[in-house]
T-cell receptor, first 115, second 111 residues
Protein backbone atom coordinates (compact mmCIF):
# COMPACT_ATOMS: atom_id res chain seq x y z
CA UNK A 1 0.00 0.00 0.00
CA UNK A 2 0.92 3.65 -0.22
CA UNK A 3 3.34 5.06 2.30
CA UNK A 4 3.32 8.33 4.16
CA UNK A 5 6.32 9.31 6.23
CA UNK A 6 6.83 11.91 8.91
CA UNK A 7 9.98 13.53 10.14
CA UNK A 8 11.05 13.75 12.83
CA UNK A 9 9.42 10.92 14.75
CA UNK A 10 10.20 12.60 18.05
CA UNK A 11 11.24 16.13 18.92
CA UNK A 12 11.92 17.87 22.19
CA UNK A 13 12.21 21.62 22.23
CA UNK A 14 12.31 24.52 24.62
CA UNK A 15 9.33 26.72 25.23
CA UNK A 16 9.22 29.65 22.82
CA UNK A 17 10.97 27.93 19.94
CA UNK A 18 9.41 26.85 16.66
CA UNK A 19 9.29 23.29 15.43
CA UNK A 20 8.74 22.05 11.89
CA UNK A 21 7.25 18.64 11.14
CA UNK A 22 7.38 17.19 7.65
CA UNK A 23 4.85 14.88 6.04
CA UNK A 24 5.75 13.16 2.78
CA UNK A 25 3.85 10.88 0.45
CA UNK A 26 6.46 8.47 -0.82
CA UNK A 27 4.87 6.76 -3.77
CA UNK A 28 1.95 8.91 -4.81
CA UNK A 29 1.12 12.53 -5.39
CA UNK A 30 -1.01 13.91 -2.60
CA UNK A 31 -3.26 16.75 -3.64
CA UNK A 32 -4.64 16.89 -0.11
CA UNK A 33 -2.96 16.38 3.24
CA UNK A 34 -4.50 16.49 6.67
CA UNK A 35 -2.98 17.26 10.05
CA UNK A 36 -4.29 15.74 13.27
CA UNK A 37 -3.31 16.19 16.90
CA UNK A 38 -3.71 13.60 19.60
CA UNK A 39 -3.34 14.28 23.32
CA UNK A 40 -2.58 11.37 25.66
CA UNK A 41 -5.42 8.90 25.99
CA UNK A 42 -7.57 10.92 23.64
CA UNK A 43 -8.65 10.60 20.05
CA UNK A 44 -7.24 12.24 16.96
CA UNK A 45 -8.55 15.74 16.35
CA UNK A 46 -8.42 17.17 12.86
CA UNK A 47 -6.49 20.43 12.87
CA UNK A 48 -6.40 21.44 9.25
CA UNK A 49 -6.71 20.38 5.65
CA UNK A 50 -4.14 21.47 3.13
CA UNK A 51 -4.43 21.34 -0.63
CA UNK A 52 -1.34 21.62 -2.78
CA UNK A 53 -0.73 25.18 -3.85
CA UNK A 54 -3.41 26.80 -1.75
CA UNK A 55 -3.90 27.97 1.82
CA UNK A 56 -4.79 25.45 4.47
CA UNK A 57 -8.29 25.28 5.90
CA UNK A 58 -8.25 25.17 9.68
CA UNK A 59 -10.79 23.55 11.94
CA UNK A 60 -12.63 25.66 14.44
CA UNK A 61 -10.49 26.53 17.44
CA UNK A 62 -7.14 25.90 15.74
CA UNK A 63 -4.95 29.00 15.52
CA UNK A 64 -3.67 29.39 11.99
CA UNK A 65 -0.90 31.78 13.08
CA UNK A 66 0.37 29.27 15.60
CA UNK A 67 0.18 26.18 13.42
CA UNK A 68 1.59 27.16 10.05
CA UNK A 69 0.92 24.69 7.28
CA UNK A 70 2.65 24.70 3.94
CA UNK A 71 1.82 22.30 1.12
CA UNK A 72 4.18 23.52 -1.55
CA UNK A 73 4.50 20.31 -3.52
CA UNK A 74 2.44 17.22 -4.26
CA UNK A 75 4.57 15.10 -1.97
CA UNK A 76 5.35 17.36 0.95
CA UNK A 77 3.40 19.24 3.58
CA UNK A 78 4.92 20.87 6.63
CA UNK A 79 3.42 21.85 9.95
CA UNK A 80 5.31 24.48 11.93
CA UNK A 81 4.39 24.96 15.56
CA UNK A 82 5.43 28.51 16.28
CA UNK A 83 6.44 29.74 19.74
CA UNK A 84 5.74 26.33 21.18
CA UNK A 85 4.50 26.00 24.74
CA UNK A 86 4.21 22.94 26.98
CA UNK A 87 0.49 22.69 26.19
CA UNK A 88 1.42 22.09 22.54
CA UNK A 89 3.08 18.84 23.56
CA UNK A 90 1.18 16.20 21.67
CA UNK A 91 1.29 13.49 19.03
CA UNK A 92 0.92 15.02 15.56
CA UNK A 93 -0.23 12.75 12.73
CA UNK A 94 -0.54 13.62 9.08
CA UNK A 95 -2.45 11.85 6.36
CA UNK A 96 -2.49 12.18 2.61
CA UNK A 97 -4.65 11.23 -0.32
CA UNK A 98 -4.21 11.44 -4.04
CA UNK A 99 -7.64 12.79 -4.83
CA UNK A 100 -11.07 13.03 -3.31
CA UNK A 101 -12.00 9.46 -4.12
CA UNK A 102 -8.71 7.95 -2.99
CA UNK A 103 -7.87 6.21 0.23
CA UNK A 104 -6.37 8.41 2.91
CA UNK A 105 -3.06 7.09 4.21
CA UNK A 106 -1.71 8.00 7.62
CA UNK A 107 1.84 8.77 8.66
CA UNK A 108 3.44 7.19 11.75
CA UNK A 109 3.16 10.37 13.80
CA UNK A 110 5.52 12.83 15.46
CA UNK A 111 5.71 13.15 19.21
CA UNK A 112 6.39 16.72 20.25
CA UNK A 113 7.49 17.51 23.78
CA UNK A 114 7.87 21.15 24.75
CA UNK A 115 9.85 21.76 27.91
CA UNK B 1 -14.95 18.53 15.36
CA UNK B 2 -15.56 14.96 16.41
CA UNK B 3 -18.00 12.84 14.50
CA UNK B 4 -18.08 9.49 16.19
CA UNK B 5 -18.68 8.26 19.66
CA UNK B 6 -17.44 4.87 20.70
CA UNK B 7 -18.67 2.78 23.52
CA UNK B 8 -17.52 1.45 25.76
CA UNK B 9 -14.68 3.86 26.44
CA UNK B 10 -12.72 1.04 28.03
CA UNK B 11 -13.14 -2.71 27.92
CA UNK B 12 -11.27 -5.48 29.73
CA UNK B 13 -11.90 -9.10 28.79
CA UNK B 14 -10.22 -12.46 29.22
CA UNK B 15 -8.05 -13.81 26.45
CA UNK B 16 -10.11 -15.98 24.14
CA UNK B 17 -13.33 -14.06 24.66
CA UNK B 18 -14.95 -11.91 22.01
CA UNK B 19 -14.73 -8.12 22.19
CA UNK B 20 -17.42 -5.87 20.80
CA UNK B 21 -17.03 -2.14 20.35
CA UNK B 22 -19.66 0.23 19.05
CA UNK B 23 -19.48 3.52 17.22
CA UNK B 24 -22.15 6.09 16.49
CA UNK B 25 -21.87 9.05 14.15
CA UNK B 26 -23.92 12.06 13.21
CA UNK B 27 -23.87 12.89 9.51
CA UNK B 28 -24.18 11.01 6.23
CA UNK B 29 -21.03 9.16 5.31
CA UNK B 30 -19.31 7.64 2.31
CA UNK B 31 -17.67 4.95 4.38
CA UNK B 32 -16.58 4.05 7.89
CA UNK B 33 -13.22 2.69 8.92
CA UNK B 34 -11.82 1.09 12.02
CA UNK B 35 -8.25 1.66 13.18
CA UNK B 36 -6.11 0.21 15.92
CA UNK B 37 -3.48 2.16 17.80
CA UNK B 38 -1.01 0.66 20.20
CA UNK B 39 0.11 2.92 23.00
CA UNK B 40 2.24 5.77 21.70
CA UNK B 41 2.27 4.42 18.17
CA UNK B 42 0.71 5.25 14.83
CA UNK B 43 -2.56 4.04 13.40
CA UNK B 44 -3.07 0.62 11.87
CA UNK B 45 -5.92 0.43 9.37
CA UNK B 46 -8.14 -2.57 10.11
CA UNK B 47 -11.13 -2.48 7.85
CA UNK B 48 -13.27 -0.19 5.70
CA UNK B 49 -16.98 -0.61 5.19
CA UNK B 50 -18.83 1.40 2.59
CA UNK B 51 -22.16 3.08 3.21
CA UNK B 52 -23.95 0.56 0.98
CA UNK B 53 -22.51 -2.43 2.85
CA UNK B 54 -23.99 -3.91 6.00
CA UNK B 55 -21.34 -6.34 7.14
CA UNK B 56 -17.73 -7.10 6.41
CA UNK B 57 -15.25 -9.70 7.65
CA UNK B 58 -11.50 -9.75 7.80
CA UNK B 59 -9.88 -12.62 9.68
CA UNK B 60 -11.06 -12.39 13.29
CA UNK B 61 -12.70 -9.03 12.67
CA UNK B 62 -16.34 -8.50 11.86
CA UNK B 63 -17.74 -5.05 11.22
CA UNK B 64 -21.37 -4.11 10.83
CA UNK B 65 -22.85 -0.85 9.64
CA UNK B 66 -26.38 0.40 10.17
CA UNK B 67 -26.78 3.67 8.30
CA UNK B 68 -30.37 4.10 9.49
CA UNK B 69 -29.11 4.18 13.08
CA UNK B 70 -25.81 5.82 12.13
CA UNK B 71 -23.91 3.17 14.02
CA UNK B 72 -21.26 0.53 13.51
CA UNK B 73 -19.81 -2.29 15.56
CA UNK B 74 -16.46 -4.01 15.56
CA UNK B 75 -16.28 -7.56 16.82
CA UNK B 76 -12.94 -9.20 17.53
CA UNK B 77 -13.34 -12.92 18.02
CA UNK B 78 -11.08 -15.17 20.07
CA UNK B 79 -9.16 -12.22 21.49
CA UNK B 80 -5.42 -12.39 22.06
CA UNK B 81 -3.07 -10.43 24.29
CA UNK B 82 -1.73 -8.70 21.18
CA UNK B 83 -5.18 -7.21 20.58
CA UNK B 84 -4.66 -4.91 23.57
CA UNK B 85 -4.81 -1.44 22.04
CA UNK B 86 -7.10 1.52 21.42
CA UNK B 87 -9.64 1.14 18.65
CA UNK B 88 -11.10 4.08 16.75
CA UNK B 89 -13.85 4.36 14.24
CA UNK B 90 -13.42 7.05 11.62
CA UNK B 91 -16.04 8.36 9.26
CA UNK B 92 -15.58 9.88 5.85
CA UNK B 93 -18.30 12.51 5.74
CA UNK B 94 -20.19 12.76 2.49
CA UNK B 95 -20.26 16.56 2.49
CA UNK B 96 -16.50 17.17 2.66
CA UNK B 97 -14.66 13.81 2.61
CA UNK B 98 -12.73 14.64 5.76
CA UNK B 99 -11.97 11.68 8.00
CA UNK B 100 -13.13 12.36 11.54
CA UNK B 101 -12.32 10.06 14.41
CA UNK B 102 -14.43 8.86 17.28
CA UNK B 103 -13.22 8.99 20.86
CA UNK B 104 -12.02 5.42 20.83
CA UNK B 105 -12.29 2.32 22.97
CA UNK B 106 -9.32 1.17 25.04
CA UNK B 107 -9.30 -2.60 24.93
CA UNK B 108 -7.32 -4.61 27.43
CA UNK B 109 -7.00 -8.36 27.02
CA UNK B 110 -6.31 -10.12 30.29
CA UNK B 111 -4.06 -13.21 30.15
Amino acid sequence: GAVVSQHPSRVICKSGTSVKIECRSLDFQATTMFWYRQFPKQSLMLMATSNEGSKATYEQGVEKDKFLINHASLTLSTLTVTSAHPEDSSFYICSAREDRRSTQYFGPGTRLTVL
Amino acid sequence: SQQGEEDPQALSIQEGENATMNCSYKTSINNLQWYRQNSGRGLVHLILIRSNEREKHSGRLRVTLDTSKKSSSLLITASRAADTASYFCATDARRDDKIIFGKGTRLHILP
